[in-house]
């Protein structure tokens, strides 16, 4: 598994309808790297992550996972999706469960992890959060920071292979940011692989190992952060991340 | 009392460390007195008007009620205290095997509903002739007037004399109530499932779950806590049918109150049973207003759906 893709898209084509959201999109994330897909709102860059997931099906080309072709009609879904968290825009935490629940949810009805185990891997997991006080609490009582942060615990409660990000602050008070970014920087430092979707450039710039840049569906440009944000070759990425800058938003 | 009402609810409602005044000696000014003042005026007059208000009707329709040409002989057929004793026992008696039924029929009435609106939403070619058979149900029985099914069921079943298949119109008119009303609360159900956003699935499938237990887990505890104001609706609904098994013939409150009217031509015992009926359903419907308000309040405090 050394050096191989965790992660391996091919010609991936993706419809809605009438529209091609996604076109001939090609990626390739190393293990332990951080991949930032940047891009307008409609580009594709969600699209692209719940493809990965097998959260939609694609209309043609193909995904692997290590090596293993998961767009294969006969993989079991349930099983890859096991191997690959998620954390979306909006939480979905679970309304209903405490905030132990929801991240214990999945160990112990997916992997069979016992219960005792499973809160205790789950109470580390919040402590690591800076959540430690709020395992009994439900979600409405969190604030978005606090709700974010519990749903990366639960996408990390399985210990996945890969951790799919999609623009996990765009729904966030701006002085929350910062409380999820750290986070996902910690992430980075123990070697998780990531593919994040983000609004965030000045966080792409910084955590990123590769940039793609997405513009209608395909991926219009892609590097290292440096030389995506440094010298963009395209005149089409220039001009986003010029309207970035003017936003203040870099 | 004003003030202490609302310093304390001003300290439930933050805990997320805002700070509210502090906590020095607070004293009201004399603003906020005179306010008070004219308040506590206000309200002792509205009370005097309502009461003033409520006693003129009541006489009103006293003398309206009393005064009618026909009362003494609606008194005499409707309100009989003779015959009011005479049935109160027997309709009692009755009564009790209204909420037995009840009990039995609202459990399978759960039960059948639930599986019904879940076969309703299973995906996979296999389960198409089940989703079919559950539509085909819920339709059906929702439009089937409840007294024609009872009739079919309780009169109608006895008469093909199969051997095995109880006669007992106890047994048969229940059936009757359990058909029809996991028809309505499979529909009640169903509501249930489809307002659980789909991005609640959508987590619960990233997590590795498969479709039966995103639903077990996810879709179902939340689209059942959100159903419980129609489903309690459902229940009173069922607690009044149950009175309809008498066309059978079983002695339930309805029939006992029956059988003291054919005997003496005074229809008080219906007003007697019909009474009873209406206090039974009262704390039924009383709770399901609070339930549904507290679920309300819970809302509107900002819970997330």
Redesign the interface.
């Known amino acids: 598994m050394s050096d191989a893709p965790v992660l391996r898209m091919e010609s991936v084509r993706k419809t809605f309808g009438g529209s091609v959201v996604l076109r001939d999109v090609d990626l390739e994330v190393a293990p332990h790297t951080v991949t930032a897909l940047i891009g307008a709102s409609g580009s594709g860059k969600s699209t692209l992550l719940r493809c990965a997931n097998l959260l939609e099906d694609i209309d043609d080309g193909a995904i692997w996972l290590d090596g293993e072709e998961i767009t294969d009609p006969r993989t079991d879904q349930d099983a890859v999706r096991r191997r690959i968290g998620v954390v979306f825009q909006s939480y979905n935490l679970f309304p209903h469960m405490t905030v132990l629940e929801n991240i214990t949810l999945a160990p112990r009805r997916v992997h069979g992890v016992a219960r005792a185990e499973a809160e205790e891997r789950a109470r580390e997991l919040l402590e690591r959060l800076g959540l430690g006080a709020r395992a009994g609490e439900y979600p409405d009582r969190l604030s978005g920071g606090q709700q974010q942060r519990v749903a990366i615990a639960r996408a990390l409660a399985v210990r996945p292979r890969l951790l799919l990000l999609d623009e996990i602050t765009a729904a966030l008070d701006p002085e929350l940011v910062g409380e999820v970014l750290n986070v996902v920087r910690d992430l980075k430092g123990d070697g998780m692989t990531m593919v994040l979707a983000t609004h965030e450039m000045g966080f792409a710039r910084e955590v990123a190992d590769q940039v793609c840049f997405l513009d209608g569906g395909v991926v219009l440009e892609r590097g290292t952060a440096e030389q995506i944000f440094g010298d963009p070759r395209r005149e089409r990425t220039r001009r986003f991340l010029r309207r970035i800058v003017e936003a203040g938003r870099l | 009392m004003t003030v202490t009402k609302e310093e304390s609810g001003q300290e439930g409602a933050d805990d997320n460390g805002d700070m509210s005044g502090g906590g020095d000696a607070y004293v009201p000014s004399r603003r906020r007195l005179e306010r008070e003042r004219y308040q506590r005026t206000r309200a002792r007059r509205a009370t005097a008007i309502a009461a003033l208000s409520t006693l003129v009707t009541a006489v009103v329709l006293y003398l309206v009620v009393v005064g009618a040409p026909g009362w003494p002989r609606t008194k005499e057929t409707f309100f009989s205290g003779q015959y009011a004793r005479e049935a109160f026992p027997k309709v009692l008696e009755g009564l009790w095997l209204n909420v037995r039924l009840l009990f039995v029929c609202g459990v399978a009435v759960l039960v059948l509903g639930m599986l019904i609106a879940v076969a309703r939403t299973l995906r996979g070619p296999v389960f198409f002739p089940l989703r079919v058979l559950a539509a085909a149900y819920t339709d059906f029985f929702r439009g089937l007037p409840l007294i024609i099914n009872l009739m079919i069921v309780v009169l109608g079943v006895p008469a093909l004399r199969l051997q095995g298949v109880t006669v007992d119109p106890v047994l048969l008119g229940g059936t009757a109530l359990t058909l029809t009303y996991s028809a309505y609360v499979a529909e009640v159900f169903r509501a249930g499932i489809e307002s659980v956003h789909p ?2 699935r ?9 479709n039966r ?1 995103a639903l077990r ?2 879709v179902l ?2 689209a059942v ?1 959100r159903q419980v104001p129609p489903l309690l609706n459902d229940l009173v609904s069922l607690q009044k049918d149950t009175g309809l098994v008498s066309i059978g013939g079983a002695i339930d409150a309805v029939r006992a109150a029956d059988i003291i009217v054919g005997r003496s031509l005074n229809y008080t015992p219906y007003i007697v049973a019909g009474l009873v009926f209406v206090a039974l359903t009262i704390p039924m419907t009383r709770f399901t207003d609070w339930v549904t308000a507290r679920m309300d309040g819970r809302r509107a ?5």
Not at chain 2, 202 to 210: D, F, H, P, W
């Open positions: 991005s609640q959508a987590a619960a499938r990233s997590l590795g779950l498969s237990q887990y996810v505890p939340q806590r405090q900002g819970g997330t759906t």
